[in-house]
């Protein structure tokens, strides 16, 4: 199945530290799976080693999501539908309205892999001054890919994740903004999928989950399964987002609608995610979801202390209370 | 709106109901004077089996792991055939 080619440009913007493998794998992943030249010889070859499980749907009933918008609003239905939606395996019949136009949510999918062709981006990398010389690598990278792909917007020293997209937005040429984590487990496979979800229903941001069938996680383990699925149904209950994973950071956005999202947020680290998708969410934004999977770091996984259970707490209050 | 005025309205609405209930003693007295203690207590039970329900339908992907390591070689190769230094981190 093809989509459409469509004159919009895709600007990836990926913050580094200390990438200096990854990110070369990173480059080549994405353009593997972006950069599939139309009517080439190569382009057979490509396809041959490209799978993708995608969520090829018919375009879903904007009827139904206006109207889960007002009622939303009115507070009638949501706790009941988020409640059950994220964590019941089957939505009571009342509910089938609203929870058959998530896609993401059907239990049968075509197994049909989804190529994009003659897609314009740009990788714009945003290197906190790592000691590592991942900024050197970047530059051999844009000598094999083109400097027109590839932007290196350094920064001197680590000044946050939020700056850092703002930083990457300001250089952003493209009319849409995709964010990536550069430690492989955000998969660049993902992204023709996430193009195509937009087009399909022209979403203003689509957001990867990795919480429900098609996604999955590797590389946690039970206590961290726990943690995350407590938050997920604490966050569920006490916000009402509309979207299955509040703390996930592989989105896209339409630029307009991430400049103007993200000039209101304050949160630092994962809040600053969370704090992204719930003020879209209330701002009325059209969102999407598609399933990703993420592979957790390889070396040492990443431990989930005290202190942070604190701030996740610390952050859904004010969000609670400031959206 | 915000989102705290709505929980409130929504607690507000239940005490209205709840108070109505005392006042016009339809359900014995005794028996709604519990009613919140029970409505609280489902609501937590409620949560902690989502939770376990979600823990055990977590969803995993192993054999992600290893096309992800699939990928790695593919791409040390053809970087190092371009000139681009992939040594390990």
């Known amino acids: 199945m093809?989509?459409?080619?469509e004159k919009n440009k895709y600007s990836?913007?990926?913050?580094?530290y200390n990438e200096r493998l990854n990110i070369a794998l990173i480059v080549y992943l994405i353009f593997k799976h972006l950069h599939i030249v139309?009517?080439?010889?190569?382009?057979?070859?490509q396809l041959a080693s490209i799978t993708l499980h995608t969520q090829c749907?018919?375009?879903?009933?904007?009827?139904?999501?206006?109207w889960k918008h007002k009622l939303l609003c009115l507070g009638i239905l949501v706790f009941p539908t988020s409640f059950l939606r994220s964590t019941f395996p089957v939505s009571p019949v009342v509910f089938c309205f609203f929870y058959a136009k998530r896609s993401s949510d059907l239990p049968f999918r075509a197994h049909v892999p989804c190529v994009l062709r003659n897609v314009n981006f740009e990788i714009i990398v945003v290197d906190d001054g790592s000691p590592d010389g991942t900024q050197e690598i970047v530059k051999q990278l844009q000598k094999v890919y083109g400097e027109d792909r590839i932007?290196?917007?350094?920064r001197p020293k680590k000044l946050g994740l939020g700056t850092a997209y703002m930083h990457g937005l300001k250089h952003a040429n493209g009319n849409f903004v995709v964010i990536m984590d550069a430690d492989l487990s955000h998969h660049p496979k993902y992204l023709p999928s996430f193009i195509k979800k937009q087009l399909e229903t022209g979403a203003s941001i689509v957001t990867g989950t990795r919480y429900v069938k098609g996604g999955g996680v590797h590389g946690w383990n039970l206590m961290r399964k726990l943690t995350s699925r407590g938050a997920n149904v604490l966050a569920q209950t006490l916000l009402w987002p509309g979207v299955s994973d509040l703390t996930g950071s592989f989105r896209l956005y339409k630029k307009s609608v991430l400049e103007d999202v993200i000039s209101s947020c304050v949160s630092k680290g994962y809040v600053f995610q969370m704090e992204m998708i719930v003020r879209a969410s209330r701002q009325g934004y059209h969102i999407e979801e598609v399933p990703i999977t993420f592979v957790d770091r390889v070396y040492g996984s990443s431990k989930l202390g005290g202190s942070e259970i604190v701030e996740y707490l610390k952050g859904l209050l004010y969000l609670l209370v400031t959206t | 709106m915000k989102h705290i005025i709505k929980i409130m309205a929504l607690l507000v609405a239940l005490s209205a109901f709840w108070i109505s209930l005392l006042q016009t003693s339809v359900l014995p007295e005794s028996y709604t004077w519990l009613l919140p203690l029970y409505f609280i207590v489902s609501l937590g039970s409620y949560g902690l089996l989502m939770v376990g329900v979600g823990l055990m339908r977590f969803p995993t992907c192993p054999q992600e792991a290893i096309l992800l390591q699939e990928d790695i070689v593919e791409a040390k190769g053809f970087l190092k055939g371009k000139g681009v230094d992939v040594g390990s981190d």
């Open chain 1, 2 to 5: 093809e989509a459409k080619e």
């Open chain 1, 12 to 16: 990836i913007i990926v913050p580094t």
């Open chain 1, 38 to 45: 139309a009517n080439s010889a190569s382009a057979t070859a």
């Open chain 1, 57 to 66: 749907t018919p375009r879903s009933a904007c009827l139904f999501r206006k």
């Open chain 1, 151 to 154: 932007l290196l917007r350094p």
